[in-house]
């Protein structure tokens, strides 16, 4: 994949050579597509933050889930990134941060000038701080000289693929408050949910309805990544105004713009007709049962890994496989990535991209590239009653339990 490329002079380190988030490798639906083909035909810009027909369609979604939101407390740009870069300026202060935490937050931080702490995550999940170490870390950074005002955290987290339990969440969000710290959360996988109906998804913004902001990234689960657009909640207060007009200051300065063809197809995303959201169901739970698939594998030749929740993805800790993985001369996480990505013929993101220890053997591995190599393969994965039944995926599974196996 490109996104994960490099060479040897440029090395480990460039954020262009990250890893791309995972995607569901399958056809864009064709709905979609209709949309976007049609709305091609005007060419009048969307304005900065979004046109009102795509803050509606978001205000309607966020209702749905619990989330009353008025379209002059919504704004929309190209991406969770554009979107989290405009709000962080817009704020101010250091940032803290969930360890591990998605790949491309610290060096948002970092390109602000703004300094990143993470802080351990529960035993139980990734995606938010233990609550008891965010506090301590806040007084610890406060104390010397930092200045921590703003918490990013995830509820259907990227790279755990777990999703807080309320109880944790709320914690979370108690300390936060009593930190003086503003929320931001990171929503884009809400709605990958691998059981939608066994598992309970909450926003911060329902806890904190006046400290909290919710980012989404419809690519998560509504579009398709090349199409990119995200959309952000503001608290409806006097400071959530005032937020969201900075930050819309920073949408402009930057160009950081929806394209019109795409915030059509966003809006119809948004409000969930019949075939998106049956769709977005589908991709959900074949990705769900290729992850419980995998889950299975690590867990037969003793590695670890959080049971996976929501995402196209989960998160191993190969340590137990340490000594084995040394006859192959890997010894850390980028070493890990090298190695494990190469016998796999797919990128394997080690844990030092997620701002994790590089000595902890950790890698994030995709569900995507289980479901086939042609887009054939994929639908017919999308469609079969069990699509681990299909040669190409057993395949693939089979693959995996291989490699694994011969490092026990």
Known sequence: MEGTQRTVAEGRGPVRYGPPAPEPGLPVLPELTAVLAEAARGAAPEPPGGGEPLREAACRHWARRGLATAPENVAAGPGAPALLLAL????????????????????????????????????????????????????RVRAEGGDPRVLLLSVADDPTATVPPPELLREACEAAADAGLFVVSDETWRDTVH?????????????????AAVLA??????????????????????????????????????????????????????????????????????????????????????????????????????????????RHGVGDAMELEDWLGG??????????????????????????????????????????????????????????????AGLS
Do not use: I
């Open 88 to 139: 962080l300026g817009a704020h101010g202060g250091d940032v803290m941060l969930p360890r591990p935490c998605p790949a491309w937050w610290t060096p948002q931080v970092r390109l602000l000038g703004r300094r990143a702490y993470h802080v351990p995550t529960p035993a139980e999940c990734g995606g938010v701080p233990d609550p008891y170490a965010l506090l301590e870390t806040v007084r």
């Open 343 to 404: 016998r796999l013929g797919a990128p394997t993101p080690g844990g030092q991209r997620f701002a994790d220890e590089p000595v902890a053997l950790r890698v994030r591995l995709s569900t995507g590239p289980f479901l086939g190599a042609t887009p054939e393969g994929r639908m017919a994965a999308l469609t079969a009653r069990d699509p681990l039944l299909l040669p190409h995926v057993r395949g693939s599974l089979e693959h995996l339990g291989s490699v694994l």
């Open 217 to 326: 990234d419809l690519s998560g689960a509504l579009l398709p990544a090349g199409w990119p657009a995200a959309v952000l909640r503001f608290p409806g207060t006097p400071r959530g105004t005032w937020l969201r007009a900075r930050t819309l200051d920073v949408l402009t300065a930057t160009g950081a713009l929806v394209a019109g063809p795409v915030a059509a197809a966003a809006a119809h995303a948004l409000d969930e007709p019949d075939a998106v959201a049956g769709r977005a169901y589908a991709v959900a739970a074949l990705h769900g049962a290729v992850a419980g698939a995998v889950h299975r594998e690590l867990l037969a030749v003793g590695a670890f890994a959080r049971p996976p929740q929501a995402g196209r993805h989960l998160y191993a800790d190969l340590g137990p496989l340490r000594a084995g993985l040394a």
């Open 195 to 211: 059981r939608p109906h066994d598992t309970l998804v909450l926003s911060p913004a329902e806890m904190l309805p006046d400290r």
